[in-house]
């Protein structure tokens, strides 16, 4: 009797990392039962090769803006999901921001040693690696010019930034609790 099976198609010791400074994403494994690799991002082709042999390592770097989806394929067999929260940092969460007539108080969690952006008008105005879990900032009022037009970011080394957090809208006198 002759048993047919199915090719197991998989990928083994599969790793990501991104550049920063070149934004791009690598991803590298051992292919298992296929030579044909299609890697899609947002449901749209980015990358399409064949390997020399099955079961051999590979390795591949692509080019990327934004915080999408990759999904890695043989033929229609879904290999691997690669989303956001796996190469990108998250964002700080705010636990507290208070705006008075000198100031802006921002009470935040993260990890020590990630670095903490504060931003106006796409450009940074304030910049802090972080050493506890529940850090602050208190940032003059001189350091800017609109407070509504402030946003937050947080980067971890070898992943990608956090997208922007934009701080609660404040008057004077006003404190916001919890703000994600």
Not at 45 to 54: D, M, P, T
Not at 70 to 77: D, L, M, P, S, V
Request: proline content about 3%; hydrophobic content about 30%.
């Amino acid at each position: 009797m002759e048993v047919f099976r199915t090719p197991a198609y998989g990928v083994a010791n599969f790793h990501t990392s991104y550049s920063g400074k070149t934004h791009k994403i690598t991803f590298s494994g051992t292919a298992s039962g296929f030579r044909d690799l299609v890697i899609k991002y947002d449901g749209k082709i980015v990358k399409e090769f064949k390997l020399k042999k099955a079961d051999k390592h590979f390795k591949t770097t692509i080019p990327f803006k934004g915080y999408g989806t990759f999904k890695i394929y043989c033929g229609n067999q879904l290999l691997k999901t690669v989303s956001a929260k796996k190469y990108a940092t998250s964002g700080p969460t705010l636990n507290i921001v208070k705006r008075n007539k000198d100031s802006v108080y921002i009470d935040f969690y993260t990890t020590p040693g990630n670095i903490i952006k504060i931003w106006e008008k796409g450009q940074p105005i304030y910049t802090t690696i972080t050493d506890i879990q529940k850090d602050n900032i208190s940032l003059d009022n001189n350091k800017f010019n609109n407070y509504n037009d402030l946003r937050i970011t947080q980067h971890k080394r070898g992943k990608k930034t956090s997208k922007m957090v934009a701080l609660p809208k404040l008057e004077v006198g006003d404190v916001y609790r919890r703000v994600k």
